[in-house]
């Protein structure tokens, strides 16, 4: 059995901006239009940002050690978010923004130094819960009457708090069958999407900072594909829409599950679906790792089947956005951050994998490269060494043979994100299309490599790729295989 290592490019992150400030020596001169001081303030606010995150987090666990259980209640209850007065002073001023992108990047970026990863892991774990109080004032107004009256039972103490809101257990009765169902609601933070649509407006700094270190990169389509898409998040009427999608599409799947949304309880700040009980990560973590190896094959086919399957990715591949169950099967939560792509971006992406990992074809590759303006047409660089370059994205399914993934893979782009010694990086850059299925598959990447997950990955592959037409090599596959003849 081989361990590999995989390295590609990537649209930069909260926790690469981050670094580049650093690797850099702070704020240079960038262009005419962005003031020094001013960026340097900035930067410094969002270095800053971490570290009082984390020291106020701390504190408090530091506090609850050795306090009594009815102490540690009350600790908790002065972190709360009480009004959205406090919603808006602690998610504005770039805070709110960041913590989405430090809740989308920090579990990646393993090749960061620890300081900044420490910090980056607090944005990403530790968003302030709002009170009940406050949760049940959005209830009343986003659905017309306090939770005891719209549920039947309402659990004030949420079960998961993130960037832009949190999530509570309730009992509601289903409309189309009178019987009480156990559902997940997930609540906004009052004013949060006032907050972050401020830091967007603001945030082509981001794209000054990129190109500074990126001489090829042209970021004003990072830039506009990322504030997009995190705008789309702050919608959950449209969460709710993207959900039921992949739950429609993936009924009755032997092993990938899509709660159902409950419709008459969701608005654009209210989501309501069914709850689903199981494992966390760190639970998957302590099984064997024949399960670890059953599950990193579902989130693969799950990740792949939706792509070539509904031209769909689900952008935040998050393990707190998984529940895991026996036997591999997963149920997948979170469909704020969905990506549609169109049929002539699903035939680049198609082309791209063809002809690099299919056929080997690598002049075909580089003119697919350079047609979808990942690679600067004509540039003095030799096809062989572009094939090396961005090839190593599909090192793991390039060979019919057994691998095991490892934490290096992840580690192992963000190092290759930073060399600049390649030529052919001054003549690279992130269309928009590919911003966000970079960093899908960087995210699935790194999930992977955590649970040392081994397979044939090409001839699982070979079962998704729409021009292979595989036949099914595992288990998974022929269960796979019977859903989709009696799917469509």
């Keep these: 059995m081989k361990n590999r290592t995989r390295a590609g490019i990537i649209a930069l992150s909260a926790p690469a901006i981050l670094y580049l400030i650093k690797k850099r020596g702070g704020t240079k001169k960038i262009s005419g239009a962005i003031r020094r001081g001013t960026l340097a303030a900035r930067n410094a606010e969002i270095v800053r940002l971490g570290a009082r995150v984390g020291?106020?987090?701390?504190?408090?666990?530091?506090?609850?050690?050795?306090?009594?259980?009815?102490?540690?209640?009350?600790?908790?209850?002065?972190?709360?978010?009480?009004?959205?007065?406090?919603?808006?002073?602690?998610?504005?001023?770039?805070?709110g923004a960041l913590m989405k992108l430090g809740q989308m990047a920090s579990y990646l970026d393993d090749g960061l130094p620890a300081p900044m990863r420490a910090a980056l892991s607090q944005l990403q774990a530790s968003a302030p819960p709002m009170s009940g109080d406050l949760a049940a004032e959005v209830i009343e107004r986003e659905l017309g009457a306090s939770p005891d009256k719209v549920f039947v039972e309402w659990d004030p103490v949420p079960i998961a708090s993130a960037s832009i809101g949190q999530v509570h257990r309730a009992v509601m009765i289903d409309p189309t069958t009178g019987k009480e169902r156990a559902v997940a609601v997930k609540v906004q933070y009052p004013g949060v999407d006032q907050a972050i649509d401020a830091d967007l407006r603001n945030a082509d700094f981001l794209g000054a900072l990129l190109q500074q270190g990126f001489s090829g990169l042209d970021p004003s389509d990072m830039v506009q594909e990322v504030k997009e898409r995190i705008r789309e998040e702050l919608d959950y009427s449209r969460e709710a829409k993207n959900q039921q999608l992949f739950a429609d599409y993936y009924r009755g799947h032997p092993y990938?599950?899509?709660?159902?949304?409950?419709?008459?309880?969701?608005?654009?700040?209210?989501?309501?679906?069914?709850?689903?009980?199981?494992?966390?990560?760190?639970?998957?973590?302590?099984?064997d790792q024949e399960q670890k190896n059953l599950t990193g094959e579902c989130l693969f086919r799950f990740v792949f089947r939706s792509l070539y399957g509904m031209h769909k990715f689900n952008g935040d591949p998050h393990p707190g956005n998984y529940i895991f169950h026996e036997n591999g099967r997963v149920t997948f939560l979170d469909f704020g951050l969905v990506k549609h792509f169109s049929d002539s971006e699903m035939n680049t992406f198609i082309s791209m994998v063809k002809s690099a990992a299919y056929e080997s074809d690598i002049p075909t590759f580089r003119a697919v490269l350079e047609n979808a303006g990942m690679l600067q047409r004509d540039a003095p660089v030799e096809t062989a060494d572009v094939g090396t370059y961005f090839g190593r994205f599909y090192e793991p399914v390039r060979e019919d043979e057994e691998i095991t993934w490892t934490p290096e893979y992840s580690k192992g782009i963000v190092r290759h994100t930073f060399d600049r010694s390649s030529p052919i990086a001054q003549y690279a850059t992130v269309p928009k299309p590919f911003v966000f299925i970079q960093r899908i598959n960087l995210g699935l990447y790194a999930i992977l490599g955590e649970l040392g997950a081994s397979g044939n990955y090409r001839r699982i592959s070979q079962e998704i790729w729409p021009f292979a037409n595989g036949a099914p090599s595992t288990e998974m596959g022929r269960r796979e295989a019977q859903w989709l003849a009696q799917h469509g």
């Design 256 to 287: 990938i599950s899509v709660p159902e949304v409950m419709p008459t309880m969701s608005t654009s700040r209210v989501l309501t679906t069914e709850l689903v009980n199981g494992m966390s990560f760190a639970e998957l973590m302590q099984q």
């Design 55 to 95: 020291a106020t987090y701390a504190t408090a666990s530091a506090r609850k050690v050795f306090s009594s259980a009815e102490r540690r209640i009350e600790i908790d209850h002065e972190t709360e978010l009480k009004t959205a007065a406090q919603v808006s002073e602690r998610l504005g001023n770039m805070k």
